[in-house]
């Protein structure tokens, strides 16, 4: 690398340049925005594909994410019936809903080397027959045991929508319009943990009874596995194949502020140079390369290039190079925010489906389940403050920085979540404790769902900013803290409560809420620090992963 040329400092890129820079750059844009990753010219790259074939996937995906997750939340519908029909007790039920936390966190850590071997469709495939199995159990369900343990099943069939689905969206859609396809994915989560109990309720209650909580879930998964099957397409494509080397193609759209801005001449004017260090493998013209047959793209199986006979070798050395993730602050950042919300979760879950289902609001398993309806709005608005806009304010805060994109920018969204949020959770279990009606508690309920779906989003695009080859890797370390701390935080959560009272355990929780939040402040003043010292671990992640 010349004078003239900068080194590459992983999350900080050149996101939009000027008309002058654009004189002189190679770079490919869409208006004055910086396209990273660069595509290649393949009709078959999933950053090329057309809007219909594009947004199909996009659809299967996000409906993958809200069924899983409204499976894995379902369970709590049929408590009852469990309860009056074999006397399995609520402790049995939140003991199975440690083990489903388990499940999710740690089939997602298992199950990661796959994606790059195999493909990525056949991830989906497998967790939801292990949904299948999850949901067939719960629906033959007679003794404590089968409550707890089919809830290893249906957590593993979410682990596929836990880091796989965020690395297929990140392979259809650029950097700079992560935020908002992030948002799409908490958004789809959102709706399948809130309408999960909200529809389970209704079956519950109607003359079906409660196992058909678990065979619908059966009957859904199984359509879903069949249209996958002959329509979700494999999103991995492999760049290197086409001139492009991923570490070296890193370094694309790469300048530091200080870089451009102090090159001056003399007389104050920004020097003209080349802003951005050119990838020393130009992509080659494939215009005649053409979209493979109907069936080559429906395949269940892609091997990768480099696979060895059945991979098993790469397979398991692929899965202890993933435990070096636990290595990268960001990741660890993510992970407790992520966690935390699945830790408040299993608190105002449990005193709808306990409190509110007693005296004084005397409400049915469906009158519980209507409670998520704010959440849901809260979280629709959360996930457009922490997506969309969230894309915006960081265009808007690269011009304003010379055209140069840091991640830690992305994080001055998270700070109304640390207002709204442990508001909430001090609204509604005061509101609960002091029995409160409408409006109070459901407003609560609203802020909290804010929360949810705007400190998920952001701490996950922030993840994916800083580390933008590292995707799938930094979301299974995401998964694994945050399955770990709403864990944790299920087993705690009932003996916290009745050993303090709703009153001063939700105080607690906003308490918590509020500092969990406010970790942003050192990820922005140190964030940038700490992807400098991580660089070369960052750099040696990416080249032994891609050896194996």
């Known amino acids: 690398m010349t004078s003239e040329q900068v080194d590459y400092l992983p999350g900080t890129s050149r996101l939009v340049e000027s008309y002058d820079e654009a004189a002189i750059s190679h770079l490919k844009k869409h208006g004055d925005i910086v396209l990273s990753p660069q595509p290649t010219n393949s009709v078959n790259d999933p950053l090329n594909w057309s809007v219909p074939r594009k947004y199909w996937n996009v659809a299967l995906l996000c409906f993958i994410t809200a069924l899983t997750a409204a499976t894995s939340n379902d369970a709590g519908s049929a408590q009852t019936g469990m309860n009056d029909e074999y006397g399995i007790s609520w402790a049995a039920m939140n003991t199975g809903a440690g083990v489903l936390f388990v499940g999710i966190g740690y089939c ?87 309408l999960g109990p909200l529809i389970g309720g209704y079956i519950a209650d109607s003359n079906m009874g409660w196992r058909w909580v678990g065979w619908w879930s059966v009957i859904i998964s199984c359509v879903t596995i069949l249209v996958c099957l002959f329509t979700l397409e494999e999103t991995s494509f492999h760049r290197d194949g086409y001139g492009i080397n991923i570490v070296q193609g890193m370094n694309e759209t790469v300048m530091t ?50 696979l060895i006979g059945t991979g098993f070798k790469q397979y398991m050395r692929r899965l202890f190079h993933t435990l070096r993730i636990f290595g990268f602050p960001a990741v660890i950042y993510s992970g407790i925010q992520w966690g935390a919300q699945d830790a408040w979760l299993t608190f105002y879950l449990t005193l709808e489906e306990d409190n509110w289902t007693s005296a004084p609001w005397n409400y049915s398993d469906v009158g519980s389940g209507i409670m998520n309806v704010p959440c849901l709005i809260g979280a629709v608005i959360g996930c457009f403050w922490g997506g969309y806009l969230s894309d915006q304010f960081v265009i808007w ?14 994080l001055w969204m998270m700070y109304p979540c640390a207002i709204f949020s442990p508001l909430g959770m001090l609204l509604f279990g005061i509101g609960t404790a002091y029995e409160w009606t409408w409006p109070v508690p459901y407003v609560a309920l609203g802020f909290i769902g804010f929360g949810w779906g705007c400190a998920g989003d952001l701490s996950m695009a922030y993840l994916m900013d800083a580390y933008p080859e590292m995707v799938l890797e930094g979301m299974v370390g995401v998964a694994v803290v945050n399955n770990t701390i709403g864990c944790i935080f299920t087993f705690t959560a009932s003996p916290w409560l009745s050993a303090s009272g709703t009153r001063d355990c939700f105080i607690a929780i906003g308490v918590l809420d509020f500092f969990f939040v406010m970790l942003t402040v050192p990820m922005m003043i140190w964030g940038k620090a700490c992807r400098s010292w991580t660089k070369n671990r960052y750099l040696d992640f990416v080249r032994i992963r891609d050896e194996i």
């Open 397 to 410: 805060m690269a011009k304003r920085n010379g055209g140069i994109r840091e991640a830690e920018h992305r």
């Open 257 to 306: 502020e200080e870089g451009y801005k102090n090159d001056k001449h003399d007389d104050g004017q920004t020097a003209t140079k080349d802003i951005s260090p050119r990838n020393s493998f130009p992509s080659p013209e494939v215009a005649s390369e053409t979209k493979p047959s109907y069936w080559r793209r429906m395949r269940l199986i892609t091997p990768a290039p480099n």
């Open 108 to 194: 997602t850590l298992l199950i990661s080397p796959a994606a790059w071997l195999y493909g990525r469709k056949i991830t989906y495939i497998v967790c939801l027959t292990l949904g299948v199995i999850g949901a067939i159990w719960m629906a033959n369900v007679h003794t404590t045991m089968d409550s707890i343990w089919n809830q290893l099943f249906v957590g593993a069939s979410e682990a596929c929508a836990e880091a796989n689905v965020q690395l297929s969206l990140s392979d259809m859609f650029f950097q700079h319009q992560r935020g908002t396809v992030i948002g799409i994915y908490v958004l789809s989560t959102s709706i399948g943990t809130y």
